[in-house]
């Protein structure tokens, strides 16, 4: 099958390579010149496990191309997937300009039938809008279909190679029978496919990050509960998860979720709800709480150091939004490290692949380190806010011996507080009980 795949991002890129490692011919287009050179020159843009190879083995095998000419790609295809960015408006809807202008452009360039595939995250009724101005660029038969994806960043690959579901929200038989036949050879175990309208395909997407992100403020919440009682949250969450009917996912606490998706699909679905006239109080709630909790981490150094960090060094172990990415939009760390700043602390960040990703927002106002220890060393206090593997069982004497107070914020709870102080650390968890003392 001939696929275009429009947009080379974390989504895209992993589709792209999916596809024409199942055996199809895929084109992958973008409107970023340098992201094209360098996947032309075999270079991966973004970090995420795995896809270099499957990447580089595609395009060795002629199945897999990078171009800037999107009208090219486009003629011939049977398939054309939409997998640009959705970001946030202002006003906290999603920002559609890139998917309609993209819509738009492979309108004009459509050659024959094709089904043009909303893989991107999108309000419900924007398959509706694409296929209005679909159907005034061209003269050719088409269809628009909803599709929308649920890797997750640092496990891509494998979940775009063995989804739990795919969705495919469509009532125009020839789509179906045209995606059918796409998505068979990932599902071919079980039948994973569900079939269902555009509306329903395009809200299932919000509310499956929706209920994952109400799960973490949930725990979140718990957490504030269990600091002010003594409970233990990690204990908390063990007996919670091993209820079947509750399951032990996404049950973790924290400093807040970040990321690409979470955050702004929630606001997002929150805008949908409101434009209908209706409002969702249980979401508005998750929001706010992740707010919140995205300032608990400089708010316990604050209280620890009696209100001011001037003259403080903070070390800050982990940027992504989580362990396996390099993405770092909306993480937590980043509003860590304004709140440090504002407090007048210096901060020294480390993290093993988002360093790069994180100064093209924080620019040169933190010092950053490759290494974990030579971060620490002079800290007045260090917080992990990412559970990267090398931050999970650091060598605790040689950090206890390397920072000048040894004050850790544990974001991710991922230490045990009786070994910390044991080793003479004040430790501060999230919802630890003592945490809050
Ligand atoms: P991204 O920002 O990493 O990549 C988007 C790409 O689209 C960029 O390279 C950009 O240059 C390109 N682009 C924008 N307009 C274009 C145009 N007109 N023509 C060609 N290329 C264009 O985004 P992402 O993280 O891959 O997310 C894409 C969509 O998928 C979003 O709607 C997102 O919500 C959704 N999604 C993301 C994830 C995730 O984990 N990142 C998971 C599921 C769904």
């Keep these: 099958m001939k696929i275009c795949v429009i947009g080379t991002g974390y989504v895209g890129l992993v589709a792209g390579a999916g596809f024409a490692d199942m055996g199809n011919d895929v084109t992958c287009c973008d409107i970023d010149g340098e992201k094209i050179a360098a996947l032309k020159r075999g270079q991966v843009p973004i970090y995420e496990p795995g896809l270099d190879k499957l990447i580089a083995h595609n395009a060795q095998e ?107 929200g469509t009532s125009d038989p020839r789509a179906l029978q045209t995606l059918q036949a796409l998505y068979t050879p990932f599902t071919r175990s079980s039948d994973r496919i569900l079939v269902m309208d555009r509306r329903s395909a395009e809200l299932t997407k919000y509310a499956a990050n929706a209920m994952l992100a109400t799960r973490i403020s949930f725990m979140n919440e718990l957490a504030v509960l269990c600091d002010a009682v003594g409970a233990d949250i990690e204990l908390v969450r063990k007996g919670l998860g091993s209820d079947a009917r509750i399951g032990a996912k996404f049950l973790y606490a924290g400093a807040g979720f970040g990321g690409s998706c979470f955050p702004k699909d929630l606001r997002a679905v929150l805008n949908t709800a409101k434009q209908a006239g209706t409002r969702l109080e249980v979401l508005a709630a998750v929001e706010a709480v992740n707010q919140r909790q995205k300032h608990l981490l400089a708010e316990r150094l604050l209280k620890h150091f009696g209100g001011d960090l001037h003259g403080r060094k903070i070390a800050v172990w982990g940027l992504a939004f989580k362990p396996g990415t390099d993405d770092v939009r909306e993480a937590p760390a980043l509003v860590l490290i304004e709140d440090l700043l504002a407090a007048g602390a210096s901060v020294a960040a480390t993290d093993p692949v988002a360093i790069s990703a994180t100064r093209k927002i924080v620019g040169e106002r933190v010092q950053y380190h490759a290494s974990n220890y030579q971060c620490a060393t002079g800290a007045d206090a260090l917080a992990l806010v990412t559970e990267w593997h090398d931050y999970r069982r650091p060598n605790f004497e040689r950090l206890h011996d390397i920072m000048r107070t040894p004050v850790v914020v544990d974001g991710r709870n991922v230490w045990e507080p009786a070994v910390l102080r044991a080793a003479g650390f004040t430790y501060y968890g999230i919802g630890r009980g003592r945490g809050a003392e």
């Design 62 to 168: 002629g199945r897999l191309a990078f171009t800037t000419e999107l009208g090219a790609a486009v003629a011939g295809a049977q398939v054309v997937v939409l997998a640009v960015g959705t970001p946030p408006a202002p006003d906290g809807s999603a920002d559609l300009s890139y998917i309609l202008q993209a819509a738009q452009t492979a309108a004009c360039a459509l050659s024959g039938w094709a089904v043009l595939v909303t893989k991107s995250t999108v309000p419900v009724g924007t398959g509706d809008r694409i296929e209005a101005i679909v159907r005034q660029h061209t003269r050719h038969e088409f269809a628009v279909a909803s599709n929308p994806e649920f890797l997750k960043e640092g496990d891509a690959v494998n979940d775009f190679m063995k989804p739990d579901r795919v969705i495919i």
